[in-house]
């Protein structure tokens, strides 16, 4: 009962003070919401703070302590109402009343009184084609929303040992700190994969005037793609990378001066391996089942790989 009047409060106060309509609303389990339109337009712009009016005037109404009422009504009577709607039957015709306030045909139960509802919290709002869905929730549901809220405030003054008006600062500043970290990070990240490719291409051999790269790597599968993309900016080379790990990944691409197509040699490094992959011919990615089965992968790639140079 307390969600029904509620939506009929909070329908009614964004008519008064936004000119917007409810076209359409859900009494949830969970939460309830009304879907507006401001009225003779094609979109609901209604901003933070519109919505923030609607809400204050809803709950002054129910502050108000102002008498529900349900009663059927003659033609004669209904015409005389202003509802906020018109009836959708034309015969035993049932308005609830929020006294001096809201007029409403509707069959459902509401509270005595508008005080009842306890209080009314606008908890959320997005836009739905050219109509705004707000979410609501009145008195109990309420009020289990602001303990869940405080206990997550509290949640995170115990976390971050401080006042819970300097909360959002606080989180705001870590977010700040986290980004440079981020960004410092990538260009760390950057310059180990340039090291590590410079370390790889010295130490490769050379196959037909070409230097073969054949190495798994005890990281993470994006860091050897990022080896393997340095590695392919060197002049003559041919690689196949692999990341070890619970599902070994490997890599297989080519400086654009060489002749291999990486797509073939990967199929062929990953079926010898029990795996599977493809891609283009300068750059292809699989993965076999096991690092057991990567180490026969890598010697797959190692032959195909210097077989594709010898012939170029």
Known sequence: MQQHTGQHILSQAFIVTEDAE?????????????????????????????????????????????PVTAAFVSPEELAALPLRKPPKVTENIRVVQVRGFDWSACGGTHVAYTSHVQQIKIVAAERRGPELRVTFLCGRRARAD??????????????FTA???EILDLVDRRAAEADALRKDLALLEGEWAESKAAALYADAPVVGGKRVVVAALDTGADRVKKVAQALRSYPGVAVCLAARGERPQLVVTRSDDVALDAGAAL???????????????????????TNEALDLALAAARVALAEAMERT
């Not at 602001?146 to 976390?159: E, F, N, S, T």
């Open 163 to 165: 006042a819970e008006d």
């Open 22 to 66: 409810t076209v359409a609303f859900h009494l949830g389990a969970q939460a309830s919401t009304i879907d507006l339109t401001l009225l003779g337009k094609s979109r609901t712009d209604l901003d933070a703070a519109a919505i923030a009016r609607a809400e204050a005037a809803a709950n002054e109404i129910v502050d108000a302590a102002l």
């Open 267 to 289: 199929r062929a490094a990953a079926a010898a391996g029990g795996g599977k992959g493809g891609g283009r011919p300068d750059w292809a990615q699989g993965g076999v089942p």
């Open 146 to 159: 602001y303990a869940r809220l405080k206990a997550l405030a509290q949640g995170l003054v115990a976390r």
